[in-house]
């Protein structure tokens, strides 16, 4: 065994696992703080804050009683109110009859409905307040595209480049460029140029007109990776630039597309241009599940490579509340979709490898740590609303599951039988560990 090739993937590992523990501590922090604050507020006292399972690391009680600690295995966590009969919860009957009716107020099974009901939907809501917050922080940081459409940063590829930063783009090629966030019409204009290496491009410079050559708009050029793909897996970099298919050269990400889907599947032979070397790379395009504006999926081949403009286009500053508004979208889209790809696994419509597992989830974080904090902080605010999502199903366990028993209560006037309780729990729990274990399935046998 060569010991010195085993340190760098020990590393990767080592990585992986540790990007992997502070994203879902992330998340089930503020998931369990939505639970405890919420309850706080509603007169609900916690007994216990616990961060992980298992063997309690560092712990201390703060003034009103609530012990907060950190437990030794960093894989979720729990709020146990008063009353309760464990970390799960359930009612401790024997304490509670003990109880004189102010105390029993100030515990989950006492309070009236409405305080049991906003303390359990508080965890999901504070994973979405969660996404939000990231992503309005993310918009503000990284501004919105200025107008008229401004060279930024200019990234490097082995192409003609005369531009520079700071250069208006009056036009391409005689044609005046849409507004870069009007998708479609951008998309269009960029359809109807010329499909050559080199272009026309009309700028302003220091106040004055100059045409001047550079490359296609969209170069096939590697501005990030997807994890878990073909190009990952395969070697590809951020920054790398596809010069060839099978020996055919290329300049623009369209032909790279078009390659790509048209494979059938079959291997590829890459030429990769990457800090002035050439790399010749063998991947194989995966068959993927992509949602359709219109609703749906479609399934084509992949690579993994997201492309972008060969510069970086200059931003200007946006506002809080612009911000805010442009992340909540963000995160309807999100859970738009995330349901519409659950729906159509269950009907059959497309893979049920599309569902990733715990290994899945940290290679994922791992890789996503590894292409810089922003990438990072978009993949936390991504899982954040997956968590939401999947603890609004009306599963037993759940909070969507013990929602479901409110709602039963509130128009009984009485709450499921003890006896009710348990099997629904039971039947719950069976499920989420066969979703658990079809899932970590997936992570090991999909390819």
């Known amino acids: 065994m060569d010991i010195p090739q085993l340190i760098p993937q020990f590393g990767g590992v080592l990585w992986t696992l540790l990007a992997f523990v502070i994203a879902l501590s992330v998340i089930v922090a503020i998931h369990e703080y939505g639970h405890y604050i919420v309850g706080r507020w509603s007169g609900i006292d916690a007994e216990v804050f616990s961060l992980g399972f298992g063997p309690v690391l560092l712990s201390r009680v703060d003034r009103r009683g609530t012990r907060w600690q950190l437990a030794a295995l960093p894989f979720g966590g729990y709020v146990k109110f008063k009353g309760d009969a464990n970390a799960s919860g359930g009612a401790d009957g024997e304490t509670l009859s003990q109880m004189t009716p102010a105390e029993l107020r100030r515990t989950m099974n006492g309070a009236p409905l409405w305080a049991r009901s906003a303390t359990v939907a508080a965890g999901p809501v504070f994973n979405f307040a969660l996404t939000i917050l990231l992503f309005t922080g993310l918009f503000m940081f990284r501004g919105v595209i200025a107008e008229p459409l401004t060279v930024g940063d200019l990234r490097p590829i082995p192409s003609v480049q005369e531009l520079q930063q700071g250069d208006v783009i009056l036009e391409i090629e005689g044609a005046a460029p ?25 700028v302003s410079r220091d106040g004055r007109e100059e045409v001047v050559a550079g490359p296609y708009v969209y170069p096939p050029l ?5 994890p878990r793909s073909a190009a990952s897996a395969a070697g590809v970099e951020p920054g790398d630039v596809i010069t060839g298919i099978d020996g055919v050269p290329i300049f623009a990400f369209e032909q790279l597309r078009q390659r790509v889907e048209g494979s059938n599947g079959e291997t590829l032979g890459l030429e990769v241009w990457r800090d002035g070397q050439v790399l010749d790379l063998a991947l194989t395009p995966k068959r993927t599940d992509e949602p359709l ?15 972008g403009l060969f510069f970086e286009p200059a931003t200007e500053t946006t506002g809080p509340l612009t911000a805010a508004g442009a992340a909540v979208s963000r995160t309807w889209e999100i859970a738009q979709g995330s349901l519409s790809g659950l729906w159509h696994m269950v009907a059959g419509n497309i893979s049920s490898c599309n569902l990733s ?91």
């Open 178 to 202: 849409p507004a870069f966030e009007d998708a479609a019409g951008f998309d269009a204009f960029l359809k109807a140029l010329p499909m050559q290496a080199t272009l026309d491009y009309t």
């Open 222 to 226: 590697a501005t990030s990776i997807a």
């Open 293 to 307: 504006p219109e609703g749906g999926f479609r399934t084509v081949y992949r690579i993994g490579i997201v492309g």
């Open 357 to 447: 597992g715990p290994i899945g989830i940290a290679e994922t974080s791992g890789a996503m740590a590894s292409q810089g904090g922003q990438s990072f902080l978009t993949f936390i605010a991504v899982l954040s609303t997956a968590v939401g999502l999947l603890n609004l199903f009306p599963v037993p366990v759940l909070d969507g599951g013990h929602l479901v028993f409110f709602g039963y209560e509130a128009v009984t006037g009485k709450p499921p039988s003890d006896k009710a309780l348990r099997i629904l729990m039971s039947v719950g729990l069976a499920l989420i560990l066969s979703l658990m274990v079809f899932a970590l399935t997936n992570d090991l046998f999909c390819p």
